[in-house]
């Protein structure tokens, strides 16, 4: 069957870095997508990987490994805008997105 | 960048009633547009997969009778739902995809609350 892991909740401070990871199992790739989510809103774009490597957007890193079936997200200089659901998606052979669970972070002061 | 809207934002009606939400994309055609559902503290789980002009394919579990999905323009998605339940109080969302294009855009969703 098809499988997204990340973890459920993660905590980390102001102005420090955080990773989440993401491993997944699916039939077939066509990319990995990074969304966020706040509470009560849509989900909203933050990267897309399809080859492997280190893909940086300003604060906000995406890394992906096709041979080992895993990404993850990089936030540096976290704010307490950052406190969001971070959602890894995987587009399998039939450029249908097969949704993680979310990582929710909570970032302290 | 693409813009998805959904309409109306928040609804609340009575059990047994139906309800439709609006899923349009402003300025592209979109050639396949996706329904989710996401209750609180879960992941979107995706309902259905319309594309223009046809039927829309239905994951399982999912009644097709219970949520009409319609999508008869290039830009314009509906969702129905019929007879609604109170567990069908749910944030509800649409997304969109043109062309040979891999990103799906959000619309902002839709919040059903069935009394």
């Known amino acids: 069957g098809q499988n997204i892991d990340q973890p459920t909740e993660m905590t980390a401070t102001e102005g420090a870095i955080v990773q989440i990871n993401c491993t997944y199992q699916?039939?077939?790739?066509?990319?990995l997508f990074w969304y966020q989510q706040h509470a009560g809103e849509a989900p909203t774009f933050l990267s897309y990987?399809?080859l492997d490597g280190l893909e940086e957007k300003g604060r906000f890193s995406s890394f992906l490994s096709r041979s080992k079936g895993y990404s993850y997200l990089l936030l540096k200089e976290l704010q307490m805008k950052d406190s969001a659901s971070y959602l890894c998606a995987v587009m399998d052979s039939n450029y249908q997105l097969i949704w993680g669970a979310g990582t929710k972070l909570i970032i302290k002061p | 960048g693409a813009v998805v809207s959904q309409h109306p934002s928040r609804v609340i009606c009575k059990s047994g009633t139906s309800v439709k939400i609006e899923c349009r994309s402003l300025?592209?055609?979109?050639?396949?547009m996706f329904w989710y559902r996401q209750f609180p503290k879960q992941s979107l789980m995706l309902m259905a997969t319309s594309n223009e002009g046809s039927k829309a394919t239905y994951e399982q579990g999912v009644e097709k009778d219970k949520f009409l999905i319609n999508h008869a323009s290039l830009t314009l998605s509906t969702l129905t739902v019929t007879s609604a339940h109170p567990e069908d109080s749910s944030f509800y969302i649409c997304?969109?995809?043109?062309?040979?294009?891999?990103?799906?855009?959000f619309g902002p969703g839709t919040r059903l609350t069935v009394t």
């Open positions: 300025d592209f055609q979109a050639t396949t």
């Open positions: 990987n399809v």
């Open positions: 699916t039939s077939g790739f066509n990319g």
């Open positions: 997304s969109a995809r043109g062309g040979l294009e891999y990103e799906q855009y």
